[in-house]
């Protein structure tokens, strides 16, 4: 029996030990789910055991635990790194959801659940492509995988884990399932991911809550300052205003562009999607491009004052907002923290007291397509889909893909089978059947692959 039969025949168990996995809330944001972290960090552990590592353990760092195991063949073959996280994003607003979200449902072909797609049934395709190797004798290399449960808060404890165990970690190639393909006719590979800077503002005017009937027109209102100071970080073209911000954005070539522009891009479609009359941003780039090639600066929350039910004339103390920035190669993002950072202080008027509190970050990658790692996954991709890859860039980040290329001195290959539809970070999140069992059999061609001499 060869590896896809073995799959084939395991269906079933493997949707349904998929499913077991959604059940358990591990949302790694809330100290509620301490339990369903571990509860979670144990099931991935004994899914190990049972596919047939030599090893496996569950770390304990000073956030959430790692997942760890492995199975060495023999030392003198490649070692692939598998990497992924258990944790998932918070669900709210519940009431959004057609489904409560840790009940997964099968519907349309899909399964709808929080984790669904990110990262958990990415994560689980491997533990099945590798079980099924092993099952069927076929297994041509060394596998260690590192499962942690950080992600969705900034991975705060991986870098110390990775700094204090490079001989543990120690590999040829790392594999990563967190990102998504263009659709399902046109299978591609992310070569590049935006860093992030994220931080939180306060605005404080006067010392307590104001009558806005006694003290409105007299005296500063926070909220209309913020966004007045919110406003001006964008000129009429798009471009961020803050002195400094592009000086180290990496600019591509006309080459480089066209190549991303191979990438089938259907503008009323996106538009359709999202019921938007016309897309935004970055004068003098496509919207594949400003999500891909050029940073940005965002508003992920903002508020202040009165906001339940009713009507209360409050004038507010302060102000609040959260912002965040994707960057490019290049950017280093504590510096771009301390540029936002500085504006934010330098225009605002001095009758406001502006606060800034940075949260986490981290660098933007670039994944080279003339290695090993990248002719190994385009090779697979185009033995289980018919269809050679094309190479894109993702907007979102994972900071631990410069981490990795830092410590581990090898570039990851970003293999993933999500797709835009899959609502990822949404209610309704949901990832498709086709998805899941076709990342399973690309993936242990990978593996066939980058065995080869």
């Given at each position: ?22 059940k358990i ?6 100290s509620?789910?301490?339990a ?32 760890y ?8 073959l ?9 944790d998932?994003q ?7 959801w057609?489904?409560?979200p840790f ?5 349309n072909e ?9 990262d958990k ?5 491997h533990?099945?492509a590798f079980?099924?190797?092993m099952?069927?004798d ?12 950080e992600?969705?808060?900034g ?5 110390t ?7 543990k ?17 046109n299978?591609s590979i ?11 503002v ?7 809550d104001?009558h ?5 027109g ?21 471009k961020?205003?803050?002195p400094?911000f592009?000086?180290k ?19 009323e ?8 009359s ?12 400003r ?34 920035s ?5 950017q280093?993002?504590d ?13 605002a ?27 190994a ?17 993702d ?5 631990i893909?410069?981490?990795?290329q830092k ?30 069992f ?13 065995s080869?001499?």
């Amino acid at each position: 029996m060869t590896a896809i039969q073995y799959i084939e025949e395991n269906k079933d168990r493997f949707l349904n030990e998929l499913l077991d996995l959604l059940k358990i809330p591990s949302v790694s944001a809330n100290s509620k789910h301490q339990a369903d972290m571990v509860a979670a960090a144990e099931f991935i552990k004994a899914k190990m055991e049972i596919a047939g590592v030599d090893h496996a353990e569950v770390c304990l760092t000073d956030g959430h635990p790692i997942v760890y195991g492995e199975k060495i063949i023999d030392p003198a073959l490649p070692t692939i790194l598998v990497y992924g996280h258990y944790d998932v994003q918070p669900a709210d607003p519940l009431e959004l959801w057609d489904s409560p979200p840790f009940e997964p449902v099968i519907k349309n072909e899909k399964i709808y659940a929080r984790g669904a797609c990110d990262d958990k049934g990415q994560l689980y395709m491997h533990l099945k492509a590798f079980e099924a190797m092993m099952a069927t004798d076929s297994l041509p290399c060394n596998a260690k995988f590192m499962i942690e449960g950080e992600e969705e808060i900034g991975s705060n404890n991986l870098e110390t884990f990775v700094i204090n165990n490079h001989e543990k970690l120690a590999c040829d190639v790392i594999l990563i399932s967190d990102t998504s393909i263009i659709d399902n006719d046109n299978p591609s590979i992310c070569v590049g991911l935006r860093g992030l800077s994220y931080l939180e503002v306060e605005v404080t005017g006067p010392n307590r809550d104001l009558h806005s009937g006694v003290y409105g027109g007299a005296v500063v209102n926070p909220i209309n300052e913020l966004c007045q100071m919110i406003a001006s970080l964008h000129d009429e073209n798009g471009k961020i205003t803050i002195p400094g911000f592009y000086d180290k954005v990496q600019q591509l070539t006309s080459e480089q562009r066209e190549d991303l522009a191979r990438a089938p891009f259907d503008i009323e479609h996106y538009k359709k999607d999202l019921d938007i009359s016309d897309v935004n941003g970055e004068q003098g780039f496509s919207t594949n491009e400003r999500t891909g090639i050029r940073p940005s600066l965002d508003v992920n929350g903002i508020w202040g004052g009165y906001i339940g039910e009713g009507a209360k004339t409050v004038l507010p103390s302060k102000a609040y907002a959260k912002i965040s920035s994707r960057l490019v190669p290049d950017q280093d993002s504590d510096e771009i923290t301390y540029m936002i950072t500085n504006h934010l202080k330098s225009i605002a008027p001095d009758y406001l007291k502006v606060e800034v509190t940075p949260h986490h970050g981290g660098s933007a990658a670039a994944i080279p397509t003339d290695s090993k790692g990248y002719l190994a996954a385009s090779s697979a991709f185009e033995e289980a889909w018919g269809k050679k890859p094309i190479p894109t860039r993702d907007g979102g980040s994972i900071p631990i893909v410069a981490l990795f290329q830092k410590e581990l001195g090898t570039d990851p290959i970003l293999m993933g089978f999500g797709l835009d539809e899959d609502a990822i970070h949404s209610p309704n999140e949901s990832y498709g059947l086709f998805n899941y069992f076709k990342g399973i059999e690309t993936i242990t061609h990978f593996y066939k692959f980058y065995s080869k001499k």
